[in-house]
């Protein structure tokens, strides 16, 4: 007996919808073997985890404040993805869209208005997109591979970051930590009691706007032919460098947004350690949300919980906060492995007798 | 002693009994039978889906039928995949060469052959097959410098070396010139004599009715007939194929009354966009209103460089080589050239023409966006996209499951119908199209033939690009031959012959 894959006539619809939600089953169980090997129940542990941060009003907002990054660059991540533009580097433009939020807000320190609010907002988008650029036009131009360039832009802007904060622009009365002082402009908040600022109303919207240009729209059309059949997008005239371009300069002013938000909005300061690995976790986010834009809102919240979860996991049930990272790759592991089941079946076949 | 006893003192090399394939909810083999007696050139005869391709597989390995036997010298026989049917002698070569570009012709046959066989021998023994079966190869030529006569040589090769008993060629002539397919043939021949056999796949009737001694015709799957072809008529082949008489294209006029120029290429010349493609060379062609041109030759000759060039997928520098309508068209994109009126149909329909998994409806915004009122303000409407698609496939006919079904899931023909239907549907001043009836049946292949023609007679400029040449003397007025990139200058079809043809598909047309 042996288990084959046999490759499925057509995509299989309700596989589609299926995978994702099998995959995440099969985190929870993975999940519940590694507490019960930590000598926790697993089934508490799993409340703890995955259940408890929405039972209070607190913990429930926050996950808001978490997924919002995570969506902003997912989203854009997905376009990437859908066009077949290879962008893993949404960590560095979210660095460095967060430094040039961060700088603007420090040359601004002693006034405060409005304008100098959205002006951060857009220093971030820029500088977002700015880094992303790089690899993409190094791909169009010198045909380099954007999944190296970006990753590798990554470590610069981390670099980047830690000596801006770490000199010129550290807080004097910081206690020589690692941070800024506290900015004077902040992105306001809008949800009275909660740390959910107008970051996360942009998420919203980008969503909405993201799922009208992706199943509308001549431009949503034009990713999707280049992505799925380079050749016949050739063939319409669509232009492949030009989408490059393009997607990678969304999804690095989207994980800018981001970065400008968690540190202008969120944090109203910049402290090290920045970013966390977030803008990889984003990359689960997009995969797991099946690049879909309504998807990737509801896998954000998921993975925001992972989080909260994480935190309370280990104050409550003392176990490392490294376990939020083995479940993300896990989910990620397995969100990956199904889809598979998307174009094959599994089949048990019996041994055939050798031939003669 | 009975006639049954007879009978058998003949035992068949090989026999397929009752075989059936099934693929999903497709039954591509329902109960076919065949015998290949020793010594005999078998043809294997069907449309393009009618399940040849699915019977040789499992004869060869690749696939496992679902039920009935196969035999070899009349003892059963299991083969779980082609290592095995190589072991017991069979051989078999594909109609895609899988040889690699940059190494030469030793080294190609070496990578076939067990590891401790030294090169020099089977140098050696390239050289001795190849005279032994008027094979003319040069062992030590790099693959990519090889036409596609010569490269099949290599296969045809490679295949005898091991020595098979019987020798199975998937559409060997389909991508020759008829003289090269006349070498073949010669060399066919020796094969059976010397007692190895050979299962010969066509749909081409007059090569099967000349060189085969026995032929299967299936259709949908079903064994339909097994009869010598010899004694039939090429149009009772065709019956059997395809289970009633096709249509011949109606010329409306016979004369044709050529209108103004309306596309035009003026000394086109293009350098190589890498090693392995065809470089253009001062091709010049004037297509009128009202007549259908067409571009003959052996594929990989420059024909894909060619459309490309045609289409805007790639530009020249000097905007006036490329003329449409009289305006120069050469530095615009291809949706610029749909805006001057010209519309394209790619010879590859999947992921070229099409978008595999995308629907119709989307796949009629593919080429559509900026020239058939479906985009307005950037926004799609998807719901006239849809009603377009609808229009085009009841026009010629697309049979499809549901109404807007993804362009993969339709069959080749079907999936052809809409590609030429979209482009035709817009009535295009020039219409330029890339074998329009490549792997497509005959019922549909007279369609879009007949649709070809009236398109022409009603004033636009056709140029067809195709390898198939009873296609092109079915419909072309004029008929040029791309070789090595260059184009001969298109004559009157009616004073090209099939010979004449050939040598210059050949090459011998170029002292001039």
Redesign the interface.
């Known amino acids: 007996m042996r288990i084959e894959l046999q490759r499925r006539?057509?995509?299989s619809r309700l596989m589609l919808v299926a995978s994702p939600l099998i995959a995440i089953a099969l985190t929870l169980v993975s999940a519940a073997i590694i507490f019960a090997l930590y000598g926790k129940a697993p089934v508490d542990a799993l409340y703890v985890y995955f259940i408890k941060p929405l039972t209070s009003q607190r913990t429930a907002l926050e996950l808001i404040v978490k997924a919002t990054p995570l969506i902003l660059m997912a989203i854009g991540l997905s376009l990437c993805y859908l066009s077949n533009n290879w962008n893993i580097g949404a960590e560095g433009q979210y660095i460095f869209g967060a430094m040039c939020a961060g700088g603007t807000a420090l040359l601004f320190q002693g006034t405060t208005s409005p304008f100098i609010v959205a002006l951060i907002i857009l220093a971030g988008m820029l500088g977002g997109a700015l880094w992303a650029l790089i690899p993409a036009l190094l791909k169009v131009k010198a045909n380099t591979n954007e999944i190296l360039t970006s990753l590798m832009l990554v470590y610069v802007a981390d670099k980047l970051m830690d000596y801006v904060i770490r000199g010129p622009w550290r807080d004097p009365k910081g206690l020589n930590f690692p941070l800024t002082a506290d900015f004077d402009n902040i992105i306001p908040v809008i949800v009275p009691h909660s740390r959910i600022h107008l970051g996360s109303a942009f998420a919203a919207l980008v969503v909405v706007i993201t799922a009208v240009l992706l199943w509308?729209?001549?431009?949503g059309?034009e990713i999707?032919?280049l992505g799925?059949?380079p050749?016949?997008?050739?063939?319409?005239?669509f232009s492949p460098a030009r989408m490059t371009i393009f997607v990678f300069m969304v999804s690095g002013a989207l994980a800018g947004l981001a970065g400008a938000g968690e540190a202008a909005g969120t944090l109203g300061q910049i402290s090290l350690p920045f970013a966390n690995g977030l803008g990889f976790t984003a990359i689960i986010v997009a995969f797991l949300g099946r690049l879909n834009p309504i998807g990737i809102l509801f896998a954000g919240l998921l993975l925001a919980l992972s989080y909260l979860g994480g935190e309370a996991a280990q104050i409550s049930l003392k176990v490392p906060i490294g376990i939020t990272k083995v479940i993300q790759g896990m989910l990620l592991f397995y969100v990956l492995a199904c889809d598979t089941l998307i174009l094959y079946r599994l089949r048990l076949v019996r041994a055939?007798?050798?031939?003669? | 002693m009975s006639s049954a006893a007879v009978q058998s003192d003949v035992v068949p090399l090989m026999e397929a009994r009752s075989i059936v394939k099934i693929?999903?909810t497709l039954r591509a083999n329902d109960g076919v039978d065949l015998k290949i007696m020793p010594h005999e050139i078998h043809a294997l005869l069907g449309e393009n889906g009618a399940g040849k391709s699915t019977l040789v597989k499992m004869l060869y390995g690749l696939l496992q039928p679902n039920e009935g036997e196969l035999y070899w010298q009349g003892?059963?026989?299991?083969?779980?995949g082609p290592a095995?049917a190589r072991a017991v002698g069979i051989g078999m070569v594909f109609q895609h060469f899988s040889l690699f570009e940059n190494l030469n012709v030793a080294e190609n046959v070496a990578l076939a052959m067990p590891a401790n066989v030294p090169l020099r021998t089977i140098t050696e023994k390239i050289a001795a097959v190849s005279a032994a079966y008027g094979l003319p190869l040069d062992p030590s030529r790099p693959v990519h410098t090889l036409s596609v006569g010569e490269r099949q040589r290599i296969e045809i090769v490679r295949c005898l070396m091991q020595d098979p008993k019987l020798i199975i060629l998937d559409e060997p002539t389909s991508v020759l010139t008829p003289q090269e397919a006349d070498q073949l043939f010669v060399t066919l021949e020796r094969i059976a004599a010397e007692g190895r056999s050979v299962l010969y796949i066509s749909h081409r009737l007059a090569e099967v009715k000349r060189i085969c001694h026995t032929a299967t015709v299936l259709r949908h799957g079903k064994l339909v007939a097994s009869c010598d072809p010899r004694k039939e008529t090429a149009a009772s082949l065709a019956r059997m194929m395809v289970g009633a008489d096709i249509k011949s294209v109606r010329h409306s006029a016979d004369e044709v009354r050529p209108g103004p120029v309306r596309f035009e290429l003026d000394h086109l010349s293009l350098p190589p966009a890498d090693l392995h493609a065809v470089a253009l060379k001062d091709v010049s062609l004037r297509v009128h209103g009202g007549e259908v041109v067409a571009i003959a030759g052996v594929a990989g000759n420059g024909q894909s460089e060619l459309f490309a060039a045609l289409?805007?997928?790639v530009t020249v520098s000097d905007s006036a080589v490329v003329r449409i309508d009289a305006k120069a068209a050469g530095m615009l994109?291809?949706?610029?050239r749909?805006k001057l009126g010209a519309a394209?149909v790619?010879e590859?329909r999947l992921?070229?023409?099409?978008?595999?998994?995308?629907a119709l409806s989307?796949n009629t915004?593919?080429?559509g966006?900026?020239t058939a009122g479906l985009?307005s303000w950037?926004?799609?409407n998807?719901g006239k996209a849809y009603e377009q698609a609808m229009t085009i496939s009841k026009a010629f006919d697309v049979r499809k499951g549901k109404p807007d079904p993804?362009a993969?899931?339709l069959s080749g023909g079907n999936l052809q119908k809409f590609v030429v239907g979209r482009e035709m549907l817009r009535e295009p001043g020039v219409l330029i199209v890339s074998q329009p009836t490549w792997g497509v049946d005959a019922g549909a292949s007279a369609t879009i033939r007949q649709a070809l023609v009236d398109l022409s007679r009603r004033g636009a400029a056709v140029l067809v690009i195709s390898q198939d040449l009873d296609e092109i003397f079915e419909i072309a007025d004029r008929i040029g031959v791309i070789h090595d990139g260059r184009l001969s200058e298109p004559e009157p079809a009616k004073a090209m012959t099939l010979e004449k043809i050939g040598l210059l598909m050949g090459g011998a047309g170029h002292a001039h």
Do not use: C, D, I, W
Not at chain 1, 231 to 237: D, E, P, V
Not at chain 2, 333 to 336: D, I, Y
């Open positions: 006539a057509e995509r509308r729209s001549l431009k059309f999707r032919v799925q059949a050749r016949a997008g050739l063939f319409a005239g055939e007798p050798k031939a003669a | 693929f999903g003892q059963p026989l299991r083969l779980n095995a289409s805007g997928e994109g291809v949706t610029e749909r394209f790619p590859e992921g070229h023409a099409s978008a595999p998994r995308l989307q915004l593919l080429t966006h900026a985009v950037g926004l799609v998807l993804e993969g899931s």
